[in-house]
């Protein structure tokens, strides 16, 4: 009895978070690939098998290239920002000679991060307002006002206006996730470089980096990932990706095939591909990294 | 002041090189902080100086108009935000830890698929899981209500804490549960008594996480949930700006309520959250 | 082991206990001041002020009439409102009395089966339904039978700033190439943008758009194309329609795509901008906000226009009655859409409506009877156009028009774009 308790105990723990894993997230999948078969709308009940029908209509539909492109500028640019600054500045701020300050440093800097989606968007949207906007205004201010524009009314400006929200509101979350990293390693390796006489860029690269590895690697994962996924910045700002659908991602064309133009089984299909481009990602990034610590 | 005087004192130690990084710090924090100040300056201005002088602080403070945002609906979706918020974290940090608990102290074949199940489950996003969850939660009979967020909200927040609560569990040394078995310690007991007290600090993490996540979730916001009385802040926020029209100041006091508990937390935690994990039960 | 199930079972309890919390607000069960009573669901599309304090007057006042009721209302602007309505349509809890466009949008909602045919409304009660203006029923018509109660009456009009046009001499113009020139003429006269719109926001391109195909097109044509059936959007009058819908958003420069109607609203009301394309229901708004000699003119039909040039866009919006609906829910609907409160509704909106006697001097303004009369002796009414095609086809034109106005695609890319959708729907 003893014996069975004893093989049984681990999956007693992991049960409740697995049976909530396999209702709310492993269950719907499956259930998109089925629905991805299908057409259906959410007006009438009645579900006609299509076969690979949706699939066919995704590569003549051009949205899905103008969408991809802007989810690939989203995750360029977050890795730069987010995990390349964002290792940078948590290195600084766990220097000791930033010791005193660094604490209200943090704080600011993580203060996005704790401020809801829709304040920091409606909070830019009067940033970018063609005619209030503070960021017009401050560019006339310092003497560039010939860069002002409507940021978010020009194809050439909304993809990148709405991403740089993403990059202000996000940089302080990876920083904070590598200051976390960057606390649990042993102080004896840096007073064991110190004394070896390694500068302190020099001891960045050869004890920060290497013990910060793993978390490098979920970062990483992190906003890759979520590069894919955007949804809100250019939902809220830029109405569901406008002008046009210069500044639409994956997620917002999903969003609006399946509850706006009454397409659910091809906002399924896209679903799938969103799908399947993260977790390609994840395995490719997996073997890049070898982390995981597991065997 | 404060700010002057620390530069002066620093300067010394700080060198050239140091010098130009703290400038650099100010530099960004101005970024961060100016935008954030001048939400809460115009949100006590009427609509027509906002429109007129964006730089200059209020000529009056108009504090009503806090009192016309919360009256207006705010209050409402800030209460609602709480109490899903909240429900999200305690379903987290329970499940979510019991689970990382298995996954870091036990090994089998079984336990290594569940740990790439569990990273599986991180790659799933809520956009691919959005219209059949609608169609559950219609099913289970909970489209509409609280939980119709708070349980998604858990299942999509597991994955990511697991993985993070398990890497914190995995560097506790074998020699401490050892000596605890020893000492006639259940593995539940182990659980709550030893590795749970040593890993406040990756908990606090994942509360935080979780908060920020509950706290600004949106795609789920706007589609789970119809009623007005029933939105959080995020999907609430939406229906307030297209209510109000041209109140600008009014928007924005009603922005800056919502924005403001998170920044309060943060500052109180903080502590906790960084600075205490090397205090932590974990050195070295 | 035993502490383990304890944990399990607080959890339960957490989740249970949150779950209660969110069903007394479904409705019947839960708090002790909902027992007993009969809930009405009530959706409608009018989030924003004055409207709302105005329908949560209208809901108490019912209440308190009518003691054994509670209403439950909930409410979302315009674009939201039809994605929101259509998922609440498939699903189980249809509202019991909501809002709902006419025509096109309208018959969808009817087709799938959930919305009650209310023609035993107008026979039933024969006093009510007597100050219901007849003529507004039609376009909640379908097989002979009514499927909405209509509420209020809009039009669509060229909206300008007397003072500025009477400054430069600029004349109401007769035709869109007259209108053109007056906008050249405004442009000369220092002002930038002399035409103004918020096209980030779709719904206001696609009223210009449906406008300029009624203008331009021929009826029959239209007719076959707007049936999801038949629709094929290949005649090449559509290239000119969108030609002249370039023309005229590039005199509403840059910041056109950048902003939304209320930004352009206020725009106009501020006596910045001359001209701005608007609907009846604004005139309080811009009445409210500036001081502008405000003037209307319909939109100038086309030289070479094959439509009928003295057509009038705009459409009623009314109110529907869920299949599950209690008796109480059409007790409901003939409060608010009774001759009392439409007066009032029109005296603290200043919004028009289809209830004989209630919009009178006293509860309108001066500009508000002008506008009443233009609808009233519209010699045809034309429905707004996202309402009047499937989704699709409105949103292919509605980005389209975006990226025209940013100069991203020409006429006959949208139009080809368009072409595609009317394809698949026709499969």
């Given amino acids: 009895m003893k014996k069975v308790t004893k093989t049984m105990e681990p999956y007693l723990f992991m049960l409740p978070c697995f049976l909530m894993l396999f209702i709310f997230i492993f269950l719907p999948l499956i259930q998109n690939f089925i629905n991805s078969f299908y057409d259906f709308n959410a007006f009438s009940p009645t579900r006609t098998f299509v076969g690979f029908d949706n699939f066919r209509i995704l590569l003549r539909d051009k949205v899905i290239v103008t969408a991809l492109t802007n989810n690939i500028r989203y995750a360029i640019i977050s890795v730069i920002f987010q995990v390349f600054v964002g290792l940078i500045l948590a290195a600084i701020l766990e220097d000791n000679i930033f010791r005193k300050v660094a604490p209200f440093f943090r704080v600011v800097y993580f203060m996005p991060v704790v401020i809801s989606i829709s304040v920091i968007c409606l909070l830019f949207s009067f940033i970018y307002h063609p005619q209030i906007g503070l960021l017009n205004n401050f560019l006339k201010l310092i003497g560039l006002g010939s860069l002002a524009k409507p940021w978010l009314g020009l194809s050439s400006s909304a993809p990148y206006a709405v991403i740089a929200v993403s990059q202000w509101q996000s940089i302080g979350y990876i920083m904070i996730l590598f200051i976390v990293a960057m606390q649990k390693i042993p102080k004896e390796l840096y007073e064991a470089a110190e004394i070896d006489g390694a500068s302190k860029l020099r001891q960045f690269f050869s004890v920060t980096i290497p013990q910060v590895r793993e978390m490098i690697f979920v970062t990483t994962l992190i906003t890759i990932t979520g590069s894919m996924l955007v949804f809100n910045e250019p939902y809220i700002l830029t109405k569901g990706g406008g002008p046009g659908t210069s500044s639409i991602t994956m997620a917002v064309h999903m969003y609006q095939s399946g509850f706006f133009r009454d397409r659910m089984g091809y906002a399924s299909a896209l679903a799938i591909i969103i799908f399947a481009i993260t977790a390609i990602l994840a395995v490719i990034q997996l073997q890049l990294f070898k982390s995981g610590k597991e065997d | ?284 | 082991m035993k502490r383990f199930l304890l944990i399990i079972v607080s959890i339960a309890m957490i989740v249970s206990l949150t779950a209660c919390g969110g069903s007394t607000n479904q409705g019947n069960s839960g708090s002790s001041d909902t027992e007993n009573k009969v809930v009405i669901n009530f959706f409608h599309r009018w989030p924003n002020e004055p409207r709302n304090t105005y329908f949560n007057e209208i809901i108490s006042e019912f209440e308190e009439l009518n003691p054994h009721v509670k209403i439950n209302v909930d409410r979302v602007l315009n674009d939201p409102y039809k994605e929101k309505i259509r998922v609440l349509i498939a699903s189980e809890d249809l509202p019991h009395i909501f809002t709902s466009w006419s025509d096109s949008f309208a018959e969808n909602i009817v087709s799938s089966g959930k919305v009650k045919d209310v023609n035993y409304l107008f026979e039933d009660d024969k006093e009510w339904a007597s100050n219901i203006m007849k003529s507004q029923l039609r376009a909640f018509t379908f097989d002979n039978k009514v499927y909405g109660v209509p509420f209020t009456i809009d039009g669509k009009a060229f909206f300008y700033n007397k003072d500025i046009f009477l400054e430069h001499g600029i004349e109401v113009p007769k035709t869109f190439e007259d209108f053109i020139g007056s906008l050249e003429k405004l442009k000369n006269e220092g002002y930038e943008t002399p035409l103004i719109e918020g096209l980030s926001d779709a719904w206001a391109i696609s009223h210009y758009m449906g406008t300029i195909f009624q203008r331009v097109l021929d009826p029959e044509i239209l007719d076959k194309d707007y049936n999801p059936q038949t629709g094929e959007f290949t005649h090449p009058d559509y290239i000119t329609a969108l030609n002249a819908f370039k023309t005229l958003t590039d005199y509403m420069g840059d910041v056109a795509t950048a902003i939304d109607h209320e930004t352009a609203r206020n725009m106009f009301a501020n006596g910045e901008v001359p001209v701005m394309y608007m609907q009846f229901a604004e005139i309080k708004m811009v009445e409210d906000i500036g001081n502008v000699s405000l003037g209307f003119f319909d939109f100038p039909p086309f030289e070479e226009g094959k439509g009928n040039p003295t057509a009038l866009t705009g459409a009623p919006e009314g109110f529907m009655l869920g299949k599950n609906a209690p008796k109480e829910a059409e007790e409901f609907l003939k409060f608010i859409v009774s001759k009392e409160n439409a007066y009032k509704f029109t005296k603290v909106t200043g919004q028009l409506t289809a209830v004989e006697g209630a919009v009178t001097p006293s509860s309108a303004s001066n500009h508000s009877l002008e506008a009443y009369d233009i609808i009233l002796k519209a010699s045809q009414t034309v429905p707004w156009f996202d309402n009047a095609v499937n989704i699709s086809i409105a949103d292919a034109f509605m980005r389209g028009g975006q990226s025209m106005a940013i100069g991203e695609m020409t006429a006959e890319d949208v139009l080809k774009r368009v072409q595609e959708e009317a394809a698949t729907l026709r499969k």
């Fill in chain 2, 1 to 284: 002041m404060l700010k002057i005087k620390n530069k002066r004192s620093y300067k010394n130690k700080l060198g050239a090189g140091g010098s130009i990084l703290f400038i650099i710090l100010v530099i960004y924090a101005i970024i961060i902080l100016y935008p954030l100040f001048w939400m809460v300056m115009s949100s006590m201005k009427s609509y027509g100086e906002i429109y007129n002088s964006v730089w200059n602080l209020p000529e009056k403070w108009l504090f009503t108009n806090y009192l016309e945002a919360w009256d207006k609906g705010i209050s409402n979706y800030f209460i609602n935000s709480v109490i899903v918020t909240v429900s999200t974290i305690t379903g987290v940090l329970i499940i979510g830890s019991l689970c990382a608990y298995a996954l870091s102290r036990y090994k089998s074949r079984g336990i290594n698929i569940a740990l790439i199940a569990c990273m599986t489950g991180m790659m799933v996003n809520p956009q691919v899981a959005l219209i059949p969850l609608y169609l559950l939660l219609q099913k289970l009979g909970i489209h509409n209500t609280r939980l119709a967020l708070i349980l998604p909200y858990i299942a999509l927040r597991l994955p990511l804490s697991v993985l993070l609560i398990r890497s914190y569990f995995l560097g506790i040394p074998k020699e401490i549960e050892e000596s605890a078995r020893m000492d006639g310690c259940s593995s539940f007991g182990i659980y709550s008594r030893i590795f749970m007290p040593m890993s406040k600090p990756i908990l606090f993490t994942t509360v935080v996480l979780t908060a920020f996540y509950a706290w600004n979730e949106f795609l789920f916001a706007i589609i789970f949930i119809d009623s007005d009385r029933l939105k959080t802040i995020p999907s609430g926020l939406m229906n307030f700006r297209d209510a109000l029209q041209t109140e600008w100041g009014v928007l924005l006091a009603g922005m800056v309520i919502s924005a403001l508990p998170m920044i309060i937390l943060l500052m109180v935690l903080q502590k906790h959250l960084v600075r205490g994990m090397s205090e932590g039960s974990i050195k070295g």
